[in-house]
């Protein structure tokens, strides 16, 4: 376990209607209150994010957004800006999850333009890499998230990073029930912090959280983070059930 305050962060992806939603957020709210030394997250949907929001006052839980757009406003028939999730409520946004690449055509560039315009807007980025399980195979997964991370944040400096999430989820293991084991997930993000270190100085490299995501359920996450740069959890699955995800919260006792 490392000293950067571990974050464990729920994507609840289309599941939840607004009432949905903002009740499992009061669930969790009351589930997880005496939380200490942890953060924690949950993006709703972005019709939720507003009944959320309400729902959370006086917690210590995070909204968060599970994508935007980067423009300002305009003529983006279906797209949500920055802006409108900050009124909504968010602080935190997901931003290239393995989904939105693969179904709704983000890439390297267009994740790189989401992570500036979050930024730029305050809200913390979550910016996920990961590799299929056809590229590990083939061994590529260093090459794999050299890519990704290099062309995600292509242009920018240090300073503009403050407060960055990066979420090491490996696409095999996202919703499959098969989780990276242990050593696997530290040697990924062993990989992406030393690459961050090169690309920006040890200050940020020691400081950025990254996060692991994949199957994480009650009876993985404390071994997951045992691991020294394994700074918490990206969860889907089981952060649906407010039970469930405050066990993930609560993963050291
Ligand atoms: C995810 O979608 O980010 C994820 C990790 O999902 P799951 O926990 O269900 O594998």
């Known amino acids: 376990m ?3 305050t571990p974050l464990i962060a729920g994507n609840w992806k289309m599941h939840k209607t607004g009432l949905q939603a903002a009740e499992a957020a009061g ?3 009351r589930r997880v209150e005496k939380a200490t030394d942890v953060e924690v997250m949950i993006a709703p ?3 939720a994010l507003y009944q959320v929001a309400r729902a959370l006052e006086g917690s210590n839980i995070a909204l968060g957004a599970q994508n935007l757009y980067w423009e300002k406003q305009g003529a983006f028939t279906g797209e949500v800006s920055s802006e409108m999730l900050v009124e909504a409520g968010c602080t935190h946004v997901i931003i290239g999850h393995s989904e939105r690449r693969s179904f709704f ?3 390297d560039e267009t994740v790189n333009r989401k992570i500036r315009a979050a930024l730029s807007a305050g809200l913390v980025p979550v910016f996920c890499v990961g590799e299929t399980e056809a590229q590990r195979e083939a061994g590529e997964t260093f090459s794999v998230l050299d890519k990704q991370v290099r ?3 292509k242009d920018f400096v240090f300073d503009d990073l403050t407060g ?5 989820e490996p ?9 990276a084991s242990r050593e696997q997930a530290q040697e990924a993000h062993q990989f992406i912090r030393s690459l961050l270190d090169k690309l920006f100085g040890n200050p940020f490299a020691s400081a950025v959280r990254i996060l692991y995501g994949g199957s994480v359920k009650p009876n993985n996450v404390r071994s997951l983070m045992e691991m020294p ?5 990206l969860v889907g699955g089981a952060s649906l059930d407010p039970e469930t995800f405050s066990k993930l919260v609560f993963y050291n006792q």
Do not use: E
């Open 164 to 168: 960055l999430v990066v979420a090491y």
């Open 105 to 107: 055509g983000d890439t």
């Open 27 to 29: 669930q969790l709210k």
């Open 45 to 47: 949907a972005f019709t």
């Open 171 to 179: 696409i095999w293991a996202i919703g499959t029930g098969k989780t």
């Open 229 to 233: 740069d394994v700074d918490g959890a």
């Open 151 to 153: 062309d995600g944040l």
């Open 2 to 4: 490392s000293s950067r």
